[in-house]
């Protein structure tokens, strides 16, 4: 009757359940303009916020001096650390442990960190203050690279810490070290690679903000932001604040994109927070884009060297890999707790390896703190591309086609539950069919002879055929494994039934662009036999929502999604009383039809009862040995993570000339277990593609080496636009999660986690004949002749 894992056991009813293709409910407020973003909230006497930000990467603060901001008609006042000392805001913890400056009290540790905020009657007065608050720097040498940072007479970022005598932040490692060693040792042959993955950033349309309002006559803190974590954001607030919890309510209302953005809390929504208090009036932040690029937290920035034991016939026995991460001037990088390089140690990916390991080292330097898993499960991207272009230099290496090569080192579809080399437990996989259905999808054959042909040619263009074949993890906890910052990552559903017979179900997880008002809808009208317009979903408001810990590395269909599910099913069986009191039969005597959604007496059919019918008995004539009301919650701990995977081929052609490359062909196969809409997953695909074009072929977040943000707007910050994004074609395997009660796995990060090495690797296979091995990202048509050039292919 639960359905559980079996697709054949869903198919929507019509009602709008699992797997139909639900227009989009949230569509109808964006695309009239009737959306409802931080920005958008306007309060009687609001004031607004603007900051005072370093020009200097690296400086001692000798004075700061607001008298000539503070004379201005306008500026109510000028805040400096000093300020916020007096209340104890000055520094705030970061959510990896560190203790990031609020605004900056001694020394400036990257360009445009926070050093003043002007608080001024309306936006432009604010800014036009902060442009008159002189600030005196004493301006000392930065360093910006992770390896120099590292040298011995490397400028030190962090004297404020005690026992901090270098940029050296921590070592970690995993696996077998000796273990590896010895496959290594006996191997037939090995490769090895060094590649950057660089610095992103997550680049959301909305930027971060913030309308902080302290009540006096209540004792409360209302805080609207922009967070991807509103629960979590509560309790931190709370903590760095000193106000109960109880009385603090954060709601993030609708949310332009967060891809990672919005994990982390930034001085602006405390400095706000802090302004409200003092001067007892609503205080508005809203980031430029500039800043939201150069200050908010970035992603990847992971240098590694990658390498790869094998036997002549192409069996993979050993995977090897030493990273330097550059994590900024803070720790700050929003990993659970306990993974302090994420899940990067998934780096096994799709195939049965005997021996891993890897190391990491991480480093200070005098850029924004960051390493967020920007549409990413914890640094999975970054071990996603790692082993997909290892791959492919293995395969270049022994002259083997590179899906053959994936195909013989896969884990086999019947070993699952499968547990890898570095103690992933993964839970289903079919790698094979997937792999299949995209190299039909892709006429992999027929361009494999056409690259040929334009070799022998020697054609203008060559053509190059790329394939990632990823596996992901996604869905934190279990809670055993994964906190934010001590709190377990469970998640949680509340679903409450009305009388009129339609419910609202209210979820720990925020959504930002996902649908979850749709696609959580459709789980309970799934669920309950109940229509999917008579469901609301509600989330983001701290002070009616159940406690969650947010929506980012695709968890949250693998875990609220499941306690959305199991918060149904028990209002299903309270129903089942209900319906035995209304059908007057023995409550054992009750069946429910998932086809019909209709209740009914074993074996007559026609005594049957809907959920609406139910829900008014459950107020109008309430079984006596039952509590009135039809409601139930779930908090879900998963038991394990899911593992969502996929195939990816991409076919460029690349103009010998000039560098640029084409897609030709991208065709993208996804398996992300049972489909709550595949509508909506087709657009998190479309997505994520484009972003991962962004990475592979346009973006990276560079500085000079005084420290000075290069790439820190869209001038220079490349995003895609619909000129660079070519034609999807996209299909899909369903492989269910055993443990998940629908059966579902994550799906929105895969596109942008799985895309990128496919495209590297479409880009070095057009060259690997002339002996390339690697192209370092972003592969701007500058680098890609380079390349070219190098290898006597350019013309
Ligand atoms: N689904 C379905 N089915 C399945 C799965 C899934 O249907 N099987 C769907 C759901 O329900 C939703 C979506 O799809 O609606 C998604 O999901 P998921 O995978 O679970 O995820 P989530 O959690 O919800 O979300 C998150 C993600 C992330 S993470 C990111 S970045 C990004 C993505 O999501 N972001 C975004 N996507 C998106 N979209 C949009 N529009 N916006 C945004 O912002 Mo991180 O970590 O944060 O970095």
């Not at 050093?115 to 301006?139: C, F, L």
């Not at 609708?254 to 009036?281: H, M, R, T």
Request: proline content about 5%.
């Amino acid at each position: 009757e639960d359905g559980g894992p079996d697709p054949e056991t869903y198919c929507g009813h019509g009602r709008g359940g699992m797997g139909e293709e639900v227009e989009r409910k949230e569509d109808k407020r964006f695309i009239t303009g009737r959306g409802n973003y931080v920005d958008d909230i306007k309060k009687p006497g609001m004031l607004h916020c603007e900051i005072v930000r370093s020009p200097h990467a690296h400086a001692r603060i000798e004075n700061i001096d607001g008298s000539r901001a503070e004379a201005m008609d306008s500026v109510v006042a000028v805040l400096t650390a000093d300020d916020l000392l007096e209340h104890d805001l000055a520094t705030m913890p970061t959510l990896m442990d560190d203790t990031q400056d609020v605004l900056v009290n001694d020394k400036v540790k990257f360009q445009s960190q926070e050093v003043a905020a002007v608080i001024a009657e309306d936006r432009y007065a604010a800014k036009d203050g902060a442009q008159k608050v002189e600030v005196e720097y004493d301006v000392l040498d930065p360093v910006v690279d992770a390896a120099d940072a590292l040298e011995k007479d490397a400028p030190l970022v962090r004297d404020e810490l005690e026992d901090q005598e270098d940029n050296h932040i921590f070592d970690w490692d995993t696996g077998d070290k000796e273990a590896t060693d010895a496959v290594f040792d006996d191997a037939d042959v090995t490769v090895e690679e060094d590649m950057l993955y660089q610095r992103l950033h997550p680049a959301p349309i909305e930027t971060c903000g913030a309308v902080a309002d302290w009540d006096p006559g209540m004792d409360k803190m209302t805080v609207h932001m922009t967070s991807q974590a509103p629960h979590a954001h509560r309790t931190l607030f709370s903590q760095v604040s000193g106000i109960p919890e109880h009385k603090v309510r954060i709601v993030s209302p609708d949310v332009g994109g967060g891809f990672g953005n919005k994990v982390p809390i930034y001085p602006g929504y405390v400095v706000a927070a802090a302004a409200s208090y003092v001067l007892e009036q609503p205080v508005k932040w809203i980031e430029e884009r500039s800043e939201n690029i150069q200050t908010t937290g970035f992603a990847r920035d992971y240098d590694m060297t990658g390498e790869l034991a094998a036997t002549e016939d192409g069996i993979i026995e050993g995977v090897k890999v030493d990273v330097l991460a550059n994590h900024g001037a803070y720790n700050a990088a929003a990993q659970p707790s306990k993974f302090p390089a994420g899940f990067f140690n998934i780096f096994t990916g799709s195939y049965d390896i005997e021996a891993a390991y890897g190391s990491l080292t991480a480093a200070f330097t005098n850029t924004a703190p960051g390493g967020v898993a920007y549409r990413c499960s914890f640094r999975v991207t970054e071990a996603v591309y790692l082993i997909e272009r290892m791959v492919k230099v293995l395969a270049d290496e022994l002259e083997m086609d590179p899906a053959e090569i994936r195909r013989k080192n896969f884990i086999p579809s019947d070993a699952f539950p499968y547990e890898s080399a570095t103690g992933w437990n993964y839970d289903s996989g079919d790698y094979e069919k997937a792999l299949d259905k995209a190299l039909e999808m892709a006429d992999y054959d027929h361009y494999r002879e056409e690259q040929q042909r334009r070799i022998a040619n020697d054609a203008d263009k060559l053509i190059g055929i790329g394939i990632s074949s990823f596996t992901e993890v996604v869905g934190a906890g279990p809670g055993k494994q994964c906190d934010i910052a001590g709190i377990e990552m469970f998640d949680s559903a509340d679903l409450r039934v009305n009388p009129t017979g339609n419910a609202v179900l209210r979820v720990g997880v925020q959504t930002q662009g996902q649908g979850h008002e749709t696609t959580f809808a459709q789980i309970v009208a799934e669920e309950l036999g109940m229509d999917v317009d008579n469901i609301t979903v509600e989330h983001g408001d701290t002070d009616t929502e159940p406690y969650g810990l947010g929506t980012y590395g695709s968890r949250s269909t693998p875990v609220a999604g499941a306690a959305a599910a199991v918060a149904a099913r028990k209002v299903r069986d309270k129903a089942k009383s209900i319906a035995a009191n209304e059908l007057e039969a023995a409550e054992e005597d009750i069946t429910w039809d998932r086809e019909s959604g209709e209740f009914h007496v074993a074996g007559a059919p026609d005594r049957s009862i809907t959920i609406t019918e139910i829900a008014a008995g459950a107020y109008m004539n309430h079984p006596g040995d039952e509590e009135p009301g039809l409601e139930a919650t779930n908090y879900y701990d998963p038991p394990e993570m899911t593992y969502p995977f996929g195939s990816y081929i991409v076919i460029v052609e690349i103009d010998r000339e000039t560098g640029e490359v084409d897609f030709e062909k991208f065709v993208a196969v996804d398996d992300c277990g049972n489909r709550i809409n595949p509508m909506i997953i087709e657009g998190q695909i479309h997505g994520g593609l484009a972003q991962g074009i962004g990475t592979a072929m346009l973006e990276k977040v560079t500085y000079d080496d005084n420290g000075n943000v290069t790439g820190g707007d869209f001038m220079n910050y490349l995003l895609p636009t619909a000129n660079e994004i070519p034609n999807f074609e996209t299909g899909h395997t369903v492989t269910p999660s055993p443990h998940h009660p629908i059966g579902a796995k994550g799906v929105g990060e895969s596109p942008t986690v799985g895309s990128p090495p496919a495209i590297v690797n479409a880009v070095v296979d057009a060259m690997s004949h002339a002996g390339v091995s690697h192209v370092e990202m972003p592969m701007t048509p500058d680098v890609v002749w380079e390349t070219l050039d190098e290898v006597g292919l350019s013309r």
